[in-house]
């Protein structure tokens, strides 16, 4: 059963599975925003994430919730 992409297990509603990022060319460019951001602010890092066609909402979300960013694959 799907409620709204979700999926109900035993009455719970379940979210989808977020999107796992495979393009390791992004995952480089997304980190060395990252170190950019360190080294000279927010607005230099994402303006270079966006130079490299790195989404909006990825650039946000790594740039301005670092809780939420995505672990390093193994």
């Keep these: 059963m799907n409620i709204d992409n979700h ?3 035993q009455d719970k509603l379940i979210p989808p599975p977020r ?3 495979r393009d390791f060319l992004s ?3 997304v980190e060395t925003g990252i170190m950019l ?3 000279y602010g927010t607005e230099h890092a994402a303006a270079f994430l966006k ?3 790195i989404h ?10 670092p809780a939420e960013r995505r672990r390093p694959s193994a």
């Design 7 to 9: 999926t109900a297990v």
């Design 19 to 21: 999107f796992v990022r």
């Design 27 to 29: 995952a480089h460019i």
């Design 37 to 39: 951001q360190k080294e």
């Design 51 to 53: 130079d490299n066609f």
């Design 56 to 65: 909006l909402d990825v650039a946000m979300r790594v740039l301005l919730r």
